[in-house]
């Protein structure tokens, strides 16, 4: 018998336990039982069983097993489970606000031998938060097919060259992406599950009704609504991947200087809130992009993809204007990170090698 040694989901798994051995006392047979019952137990926490022997074979225990589903399932967001995976198939070290249920679910599965992680590949249905784990681990090879590569160029030199009004030299852009993606996934029985995901950016859907000044754009709810529900008429087969978005320097050396291609502290935050409310209506938001705009002082056309080493930004020069093009990867968070994201252009002219 393990003992509790905090009052939350390990206190609770102890009680549990206690009232399971109460519950099998005196059974004839109850071995096998006992393992069936443990074996659930460990399926409910490493997120591929619900409760259902154990409420039906032991009395009294539905509120008590809820209220663990519950803290496993819902309040943490699914955390255990997701450590038991990623330390399984992604070497990935244990966090402390799941250690010591982990230490508990390791000492469990000792007894039962068998891995911690025992049917989390087997699954039919792969819930949403094993899909997230999956796709945070993925290499991004992000294609920028030549409508998409079209539609961001000529809506991003477009509003920097041409006065929005007096004093408003210039705006900011901003639309959503649509385009498909493929999944090499590794061998089946390999250890690490590190897998490739090819994304083709096809189309970049430009809101008119975006409020944008020099210095940013609100996106438009409005557009939005109406650009998904056209998108999914226009062009069913594609899926809403992300979003893209321009910021604007008044010259070069402004615009290397303050890394224009990189987002800000804003930028993720609005990204954060606009995560939450597209998965929870059934999107699954995978990549931004960021095109940064100056003036060139001679016209010319030119692209060099992995520009300056980052494999993230694509820099292109064309008509009278510098741009710098980046992909960031959007973690189950909403955060950005460009870890394993490659950027691709094929369409570009002037392709050069980094």
Not at 13 to 36: K, P
Not at 110 to 133: C, F, I, N, Y
Not at 261 to 266: K, N
Not at 283 to 301: F, N
Request: proline letters at 5%; one cysteine or more; aromatic letters at 8%.
């Amino acid at each position: 018998m393990v003992k509790a040694r905090d009052n939350g989901l390990v206190g609770d798994l102890c009680q549990l336990e206690r009232c399971i051995e109460r519950g099998l006392s005196g059974r004839r047979g109850a071995g096998g039982l006992r393992r069936a019952l443990y074996m659930e137990l460990l399926s409910v926490l490493n997120g591929t069983g619900r409760f259902e022997s154990i409420p039906a074979q032991i009395t009294s225990v539905e509120p008590l097993t809820s209220r663990i589903y519950r803290q496993v399932n819902g309040q943490s967001g699914n955390a255990l489970p997701r450590a038991i995976y990623e330390s399984a198939f992604f070497d990935r070290p244990v966090g402390n606000s799941v250690r010591a249920p982990w230490q508990y679910v390791r000492r469990l599965a000792r007894r039962l031998r068998v891995e911690p992680s025992h049917g989390q590949t087997d699954l039919a249905d792969v819930p949403a938060w094993m899909k997230e784990v999956d796709e945070a681990h993925q290499e991004l090879r992000i294609w920028i097919r030549e409508p998409a590569l079209q539609d961001m160029l000529l809506s991003a030199m477009e509003a920097y060259l041409v006065p929005a009004g007096s004093g408003v030299p210039s705006t900011e852009v901003y639309g959503i992406v649509f385009g498909s993606q493929r999944v090499t996934r590794p061998a089946r029985g390999r250890a690490r599950r590190e897998s490739v995901a090819d994304i083709n950016i096809e189309r970049v859907c430009i809101q008119h009704r975006a409020k944008g000044s020099p210095s940013e754009v609100v996106a438009d709810q409005r557009s939005e609504t109406a650009q998904l529900v056209l998108g999914e008429q226009l062009f069913p087969y594609w899926h809403l991947l992300g979003d893209f978005h321009t910021h604007t320097y008044r010259s070069l050396d402004e615009l290397l200087r303050q890394r224009g291609w990189r987002y800000s502290s804003h930028d993720e935050a609005a990204n954060v809130d606009w995560c939450e409310r597209l998965r929870a209506m059934g999107h699954r938001p995978r990549l931004a992009l960021i095109l940064a705009i100056t003036r060139a002082k001679r016209s010319g056309t030119a692209c060099r993809e992995s520009w300056n080493g980052y494999s993230h930004v694509v820099r292109v020069a064309a008509g009278r204007c510098h741009c710098f093009i980046a992909a960031y990867r959007i973690c189950p968070d909403g955060s950005y990170a460009t870890d394993g994201v490659a950027l691709r252009c094929p369409h570009l002219f002037g392709q050069q090698s980094a």
